[in-house]
C-alpha cells in the first residue's frame, strides 16, 4: 500500500507518539518550556475522555431500554440511577450543592468505599484459591495483603501502631514499585501495539 493511501495511519502514529513523548519529556523537565504545551494536552485529553464517558453512558442506557420496556427489574434500576444522577449534576450546583451533593455523599460515596472495601477480600480469596501458599512469592504476597487489611481498622491500629506503619512502608515501597512496573509495561506494550497495528497493517 502506498504513502497517500496510508497517510492516515501515519498520522494517527506521528500524533500518537508526540503527544506521547511531549508528555514524557514533561514528566522529568516539569519547569521547562514543554509545561504549556504539556497541560494543554492534558486539558484536551481529560475533554475527549470526557466525552467519551458520557458516549458510553448513553450507550449503556440504549442498551438497557429494551430490557426496561419489558419490566427486567435490573435495567429498570440502571436507567432510574442513570436518569437520577444525569438530572443531578445538571442542577445548580452540580454534586457540591443540593440533591447532587447528597446524591454523592449518601450513595455515590458508600457504594465505591464498599466496592474497594470488598476488593482486597476477594483479593485474598483469589490468593488463596489459585496460588499456593507453600510458595516463597504466594505466601509474601498473602502476608502483604493481610498486614495491609489489618493495617487499614482504625480500632486494630490504635492499640497495635507498628500495623499502621507497616501498612504504610508496604503501600509506599514494593506496592508503588509494582504499580510503577505495570504501568510502565502498560506503555511499552501500548507503544509496540501501536507500531505493529500502524506499520505491518496492509
Do not use: C, E
Not at 449503556?60 to 436518569?83: E, M, T
Not at 449518601?106 to 483479593?123: E, K, R, T
Not at 501498612?167 to 509496540?192: C, E, K, Q, T
Amino acid at each position: 500500500m502506498s504513502f497517500p493511501r496510508r497517510w492516515p495511519q501515519w498520522l494517527t502514529l506521528a500524533v500518537a507518539l508526540t503527544a506521547g513523548l511531549l508528555a514524557f519529556a514533561n514528566y522529568f523537565f516539569p519547569q521547562s518550556f514543554l509545561n504549556g504545551p504539556t497541560q494543554a494536552l492534558l486539558k484536551t485529553t481529560v475533554l475527549v475522555s470526557g466525552g467519551a464517558l458520557l458516549l458510553a453512558a448513553f450507550h449503556l442506557a440504549w442498551r438497557h431500554w429494551p430490557k426496561a420496556r419489558q419490566k427486567d427489574a435490573g435495567s429498570l434500576l440502571l436507567l432510574a440511577g442513570f436518569a437520577g444522577t444525569f438530572v443531578a449534576g445538571l442542577l445548580p450546583g452540580g454534586f457540591l450543592a443540593g440533591a447532587g451533593n447528597w446524591l454523592y455523599h449518601w450513595m455515590l460515596a458508600p457504594g465505591m468505599a464498599a466496592v474497594f472495601a470488598l476488593l482486597p477480600i476477594f483479593l485474598a480469596v483469589a490468593l488463596i484459591r489459585h496460588l499456593s501458599l507453600r510458595d516463597v512469592g504466594g505466601a509474601l504476597l498473602f502476608l502483604g495483603l493481610m498486614a495491609v487489611l489489618l493495617g487499614q481498622i482504625p480500632g486494630l491500629t490504635a492499640n497495635v501502631p507498628f500495623l499502621a506503619g507497616m501498612r504504610h512502608d508496604i503501600l509506599i515501597a514494593p506496592a508503588a514499585a509494582a504499580f510503577r512496573g505495570v504501568l510502565l509495561g502498560i506503555a511499552i506494550g501500548s507503544i509496540l501495539a501501536l507500531l505493529r497495528y500502524t506499520l505491518l497493517r496492509k
